[in-house]
């Protein structure tokens, strides 16, 4: 069973800076594609950011764009979402997802993803 455990989520100021993790165990597929998604209370989760295997492919959202960064360690399935610059509507709990796909293209719907973790809450203050 694949378990996906996210952490780095915190309460900040805007204008600062959060890197979340996200790290899968169990199960082993060599192609895969990992994402991070954004949920607030009533409202769907929303693609943030997402990455192939290999990192060769990534998408941002454009409502993040040129602020986040999605990376992932090279010999581990371990994804990072660097937050810079962040603003008060990027609160929100953030959910690391995980699909065993060979993607061309990041899916950036939530029902495209197989595996979830817990979330981690980002609260970012005025």
């Known amino acids: 069973q694949v378990q996906l455990v996210e952490s780095g989520g915190g309460l900040v100021q805007a204008g600062d800076s959060l890197r979340l993790s996200c790290a899968a165990s169990?199960?082993?597929?060599?192609?895969?594609?990992m994402g991070w998604f954004r949920q607030t209370p009533g409202k769907e989760r929303e693609f943030v950011a997402g990455?192939?295997?290999?990192?060769?492919?990534?998408d941002i959202a454009d409502a993040v764009k040129g602020r986040f960064t999605i990376s992932k360690d090279t010999t581990k399935t371990i994804v990072y979402l660097q937050m810079d610059s962040l603003k008060p509507e990027d609160t929100a709990a953030y959910y690391c997802?995980?699909?065993?796909?060979?993607?061309?293209?990041?899916?950036?719907?939530?029902?495209?993803?197989?595996?979830w973790g817990q979330g981690t809450q980002v609260t970012v203050s005025s």
């Open positions: 997802a995980l699909r065993w796909r060979l993607d061309v293209t990041i899916p950036i719907m939530a029902n495209e993803y197989t595996y």
């Open positions: 169990g199960g082993y597929v060599s192609t895969y594609t």
């Open positions: 990455i192939t295997w290999n990192g060769g492919r990534t």
